[in-house]
């Protein structure tokens, strides 16, 4: 891979600039049950959720554990009781080792740095602050509701980017399979989960951002 010829480099946040998929995980326990039993049962399904957006996992959840439909408004309630307890998560959780280095040489290279996420936007940009990665990101972008295909199109379409000059960096199939259908070139992190073992087209996987930054010479 030649980052001479990439203009943009977009990251996901959670499980690539920040190691929260853990504390995220046991976010949607806590927002669930109060019941230990079933909150560790929540998180060990939600880290089987790679990729797909917020409101998907909780409609998972609630049909694969709950299994029940939800009740009135109880949907919405459980949206705002978890921004809360991501927040706290995301917040406290460490960074992936080498991230601020990698943003910074990116930076030297003039390569514009964007975050993508599935989490809410006011919600991403508070945790990137408190996190103190606000500033050596150029682009903050979140989702929510709907599939990381759709938030990586309106970004390319926002900003007039060309997919062919981006570079997009994800943990989850739902991100690979964004890029495929934005044409965007894309490189895989995965700490052995077996994540991609099924699929083709892509760069890496690496380990984590520090490996890919190690091969890049960015670190």
């Keep these: ?27 949607m326990g806590a927002a669930f049950s ?30 694969q554990i709950v299994q029940r439909p939800f009740l009135e408004n109880e949907f919405e309630m459980l ?45 991403l940009r508070h945790i990137l602050a408190v996190q103190g990665l606000d500033a050596f990101l150029d682009i903050i972008r979140g989702g929510g509701n709907w599939p990381k295909t759709e938030s990586l199109r309106r970004l390319l379409d926002e900003f007039a980017f060309t997919p062919e000059t981006c570079l997009f ?17 894309f490189v895989a992190i995965d700490p052995d989960t077996g994540e991609f073992d099924e699929e083709v087209g892509f760069e890496g996987p690496y380990e984590d951002l520090a490996a890919w930054g190690h091969a890049m010479g960015l670190i």
């Design 1 to 27: 891979m030649n980052l001479s010829r990439v203009n943009v480099c977009i990251f996901d946040v959670n499980g690539v600039l920040i190691d929260s998929n853990p504390a995220n995980a046991r976010a």
């Design 34 to 63: 109060d019941d230990p039993r079933r909150q560790e049962k929540i998180a060990a399904f939600y880290l089987t959720l790679t990729g797909i957006d917020r409101g998907e996992k909780m409609r998972r959840v609630q049909d």
């Design 79 to 123: 949206w705002e009781k978890l921004i809360d307890l991501t927040e706290q998560s995301m917040g406290k959780a460490p960074l992936a080792t080498g991230c601020k280095s990698i943003l910074k040489a990116l930076a030297q290279g003039r390569t514009a740095r964007v975050a993508l996420s599935n989490t809410p936007l006011n919600e």
């Design 169 to 185: 960096i994800g943990d989850g199939k739902g991100d690979l399979w964004a890029a495929r259908a934005a044409g965007v070139p």
